[in-house]
């Protein structure tokens, strides 16, 4: 089982719409998880972190935590087409630094 | 700059050759994170430094890969005898133990 498994897409939304990503990681001793965004022929950046079961607003995106499930999502409201890239989905465990990403979804938002 | 810096943004190599790839953190960030990416796939982690020391070596796919820190800032991945696997984009990111990694433009690698 990998550590950190997401649906590699690519998932295609249109201009305005809600667009869903899923996260599940296997290590329940995880707190810290994150949002990665990276545009084709770039690096990673950081877009959200969450570490409380629940949901974290920030502008356009939410990030819900659900650590019994072993699940992370991410909610990208009011869809832009600059939105298009792959979300990574990367988790630290409490108890050492190591950083685990998953294998990212492409996302594809349609004028 | 204030961000993280890595060189070569880009090398091509012989296979069997050895290869170095810098990164140069954050200043004050006193972790830095080694990761490969090839096309289509999510960062593999590699090595984790907290310091000088390396505090996780786990992903290092085997003794040809090694990476150094020696004073705490700038750190160097070191590739032995290259095979054609290799070929990637080796990243660095620095933190300041968060987890919320910056991520350097990546080195990107190609073995002949």
């Known amino acids: 089982q990998k550590e950190v498994e997401q649906n590699s897409g690519p998932l295609s939304v249109p201009e305005g719409a809600i667009a869903s990503l899923n996260c599940t990681y296997s290590d329940r001793g995880s707190q810290s998880f994150f949002w990665y965004r990276q545009y084709s022929g770039k690096s990673p950046e950081l877009i959200m972190f969450?570490?409380?079961?629940g949901d974290k607003e920030d502008g356009r995106f939410t990030a819900q935590l659900n650590k019994a499930s072993q699940y992370v999502s991410l909610l990208i409201r009011d869809s832009q087409p600059s939105d298009s890239a792959t979300y990574l989905c990367?988790?630290?465990?409490?108890?050492?630094?190591?950083?685990?990403f998953g294998p990212g979804t492409s996302l594809s938002v349609i004028p | 700059g204030a961000g993280v810096s890595q060189t070569p943004s880009n090398k091509v190599t012989e296979k069997g050759k050895y290869v170095e790839l810098r990164c140069d953190p954050i200043s004050g960030h006193t972790a830095l994170y080694w990761y490969r990416q090839s096309l289509g796939q999510g960062p593999e982690f590699l090595i984790y430094?907290?310091?000088?020391?390396?505090?996780?070596d786990s992903g290092l796919p085997n003794d040809r890969f090694f990476a150094v820190r020696p004073e705490g800032s700038v750190s160097t991945l070191k590739i032995q005898r290259t095979e054609r696997g290799d070929s990637a984009v080796y990243l660095c990111?620095?933190?300041?133990?968060?987890?919320?990694?910056?991520f350097g433009e990546g080195s990107r690698l190609t073995v002949l």
């Open positions: 990367a988790v630290k465990a409490a108890s050492y630094d190591k950083v685990i």
């Open positions: 430094f907290q310091g000088t020391g390396a505090a996780d």
């Open positions: 969450i570490y409380s079961n």
């Open positions: 990111a620095s933190s300041v133990n968060t987890g919320e990694l910056f």
